[in-house]
């Protein structure tokens, strides 16, 4: 007796060691980007935010241009995917017959999966190639005095380009949560609107959507964490030139693409490689606000089932 339970809490203390090394990598990974950044964040302060000059010869580094172009691919990415993935997601939970409905939720939550760089190559050889020859030269000829609209350049990479790529990215996400959200409604609720003479639509829109609500938004604010970060489909995509979108259609660059493209030689300058860090401290500011919210909501909202699934219990 005495050898088993020594047993068990010996396999309960190296699982134990497993957590709290977890955890300990994560802290570690914390300080040593708080270490390197501090030069950085003594040197330029809180200006740094609102400076959108990024000039490494002469020392001389702001924020603003990167925050500005992650931030507009990001939200264009949720403008762009969120009709999509409420609709997959209704459709899924309430019209897709039974027997496909497991065919088709396990291929969506399939592009979760995929690697970005696939994404970022399909993007290079059809959405940008479209964006060229298609959609920019309408905008030219239509839209030239719209200032967020006009074309600069008729060369396909850009914001759009990228956030075009990004909501399909995100897609899987927001689409998976908002079925597992109307799955959580009761079936008291709606077969009673069904009884009162409400059509599928009517209990969708007055029942389902209302009870599901704070679900879906927990999704896209975790949509939002996801396409925030985003690197390597963005660095094919976006253009990665330093300056602050004024359209549609510029080139840009994102906090993450700006690491990928240029932090191995950021190392030479120590001021250089401490601004590309505080740049990932800011990110990982955001990814950590952002993921810790939408998670909370979730799981007020579905509760242990967000846990068990797929973009739930990480």
């Known amino acids: 007796m005495f050898n088993l339970k020594y047993k068990d809490d010996f396999f309960k203390f190296i699982l134990s060691v497993f957590v709290f090394a977890v955890v300990a990598i994560f802290l570690i990974a914390v300080i040593v980007i708080l270490y390197y950044s501090y030069p950085s964040i003594i040197r330029y302060g809180i200006s ?11 020392e001389i580094f702001g924020a603003l241009t990167f925050l500005a172009g992650t931030f507009l691919v990001t939200f264009l990415a949720l403008i762009f995917a969120i009709p999509l993935s409420l609709g997959t997601g209704i459709f899924l939970q309430e019209y897709c017959p039974f027997f496909l409905r497991g065919i088709f939720t396990v291929i969506i939550e399939m592009l979760a999966g995929i690697p970005s760089v696939v994404f970022g190559v399909w993007g290079v050889l059809t959405v940008v190639p479209w964006i060229r020859e298609s959609v920019e030269p309408f905008f030219s000829r239509h839209f030239s005095g719209v200032p967020f609209l006009k074309v600069e350049e008729n060369i396909g990479y850009g914001i759009l380009a ?8 995100i897609l899987p996400i927001i689409a998976s949560i908002t079925k597992d959200s109307l799955s959580s409604v009761p079936k008291l609720a709606k077969d009673g609107a069904l009884a009162m003479g409400a059509t599928k639509l009517d209990v969708i829109k007055d029942v389902s959507m209302p009870y599901a609500l704070n679900g ?21 995509l976006i253009g990665n030139q330093a300056i602050v979108p ?21 190392v030479i300058s120590p001021i250089y490689a401490s601004a590309e860090v505080e740049l990932a401290l800011i990110l990982l500011l955001i990814s950590l606000i952002v993921n810790i919210v939408g998670r909370n909501i979730l799981n007020r909202v579905i509760g242990g089932r967000f846990s068990r699934s797929q973009f739930g219990g990480g």
């Open 48 to 58: 740094f935010l609102w400076k959108k000059e990024w000039n490494p010869p002469a």
């Open 162 to 169: 990228a956030s075009i790529i990004v909501a399909f990215m």
């Open 246 to 266: 004024k359209s549609l259609f510029s080139v840009g660059y994102t906090i993450s693409s700006m690491l990928a493209n240029t932090f191995t030689f950021a």
């Open 216 to 236: 879906i938004y927990g999704g896209i604010i975790l949509g939002f964490g996801r396409a925030i970060g985003e690197t390597i489909a963005t660095v094919l």
